[in-house]
């Protein structure tokens, strides 16, 4: 019976996407990839929803509002997981849905998850995926009717990591990138995020790197993660309850940006706990509504 509920849930799901554009992020070989066949599967969520794991070929679905609502704004939606599936429904098609709404054009992206036997260098391989996904929406911003001064990046949980390490891993390209395709995003929008700080690794960090990584390798790769006067726009969400990514997480991260003067703007849930998608239930309060005026300027 179950077998037969994971079939129909994956029939409904593919269904929902056949009216939406799939776009592979690459059309030939993906950087430091290893040769492998597809293995990606999906498993049934607490939620009712399908989880996606092993993912090995990257996509981005898009998901454009209607053309008289259409403002050009452009969002990259990052579901969480941490890193070892992705909740594409809770926290990217309903999202997208809710962006539609608001004019705003929404990019599910379907992101590989650190794994050596995929990966040559797994440390870089979903960042590789975010920065194919913004250059690939500025590449192809007429047909989506897009401004390209107007793409920012969504996400949740492990998500948000991501969208966080786009966020201030910009200046160096992890792709081909020969027509010099501006790789950072005009704002970002963390939702409960595993958030990496320049003196410590994350449980999340440590999937890339494993338990003993190499000092060099760290300080690197901390050292880009530094906020600076040119890490986007942020707007972060959080409960204090959290118990699965603590809190500190996302204050630590304003902090930053707040001594580095970058426009920012944080909403602390008394409870909520984690994964809490669109919708806190233990709140009477939309945090989307206050993203939404706080993206005014981008609407």
């Known amino acids: 019976m179950k077998k037969i509920l994971l079939i129909a849930l994956a029939f409904q799901f593919t269904q929902l996407l056949i009216a939406q554009q799939v776009v592979y992020l690459y059309s030939g070989k993906i950087p430091y990839s290893k040769h492998i066949t597809n293995r990606e599967r999906s498993i049934l969520g607490a939620d009712g929803n ?11 679905t898009v998901f454009l509002p209607a053309k008289e609502k259409a403002n050009g704004t452009a969002m990259i939606i990052c579901p969480g997981g941490g890193y070892a599936h992705l909740s594409i429904v809770g926290e990217g098609i309903d999202v997208a849905k809710l962006l539609n709404e608001w004019g705003v054009a929404a990019f599910v992206l379907k992101y590989r998850l650190p794994d050596d036997s995929i990966m ?9 995926d975010a920065q194919r996904a913004i250059q690939l ?12 001064k107007k793409v920012g990046i969504m996400g949740f949980s492990a998500g948000g990591h991501l ?22 995003p005009d704002f970002m929008v963390l939702a409960y995020p595993v958030i ?11 999937m890339f790197f494993g338990a003993n990584p190499s000092p060099q390798k760290v300080k690197d790769y901390l050292k880009g993660f530094k906020v600076t006067k040119q890490t986007p726009p942020t707007f972060l969400v959080h409960a204090k309850d ?4 603590n809190v500190n997480n996302s204050t ?38 206050w993203l939404k005026i706080w993206m005014k300027k981008y609407l």
């Open 50 to 60: 399908p989880r996606f794991s092993k993912v090995s070929e990257p996509t981005l």
């Open 120 to 128: 040559e260098r797994k440390e870089i391989g979903p960042l590789q």
């Open 137 to 148: 929406i500025r590449m192809n911003a007429k047909e989506w009717n897009v401004n390209q």
């Open 163 to 184: 969208a966080a390490t786009l966020g201030t891993h910009f200046k160096e390209a992890f792709i081909p990138n020969e027509a010099k395709v501006n790789l950072r």
């Open 196 to 206: 990496s700080v320049p003196d410590s690794l994350s449980r999340v960090d440590r």
């Open 242 to 245: 959290d118990k699965a990514v």
């Open 252 to 289: 630590s991260f304003y902090n930053e940006l707040q001594k580095n003067g970058v426009s920012a703007k944080i909403h602390l849930y008394e409870k909520g706990g984690h994964g809490f998608g669109l919708n806190n239930k233990m709140s009477e309060e939309k945090w989307t509504d």
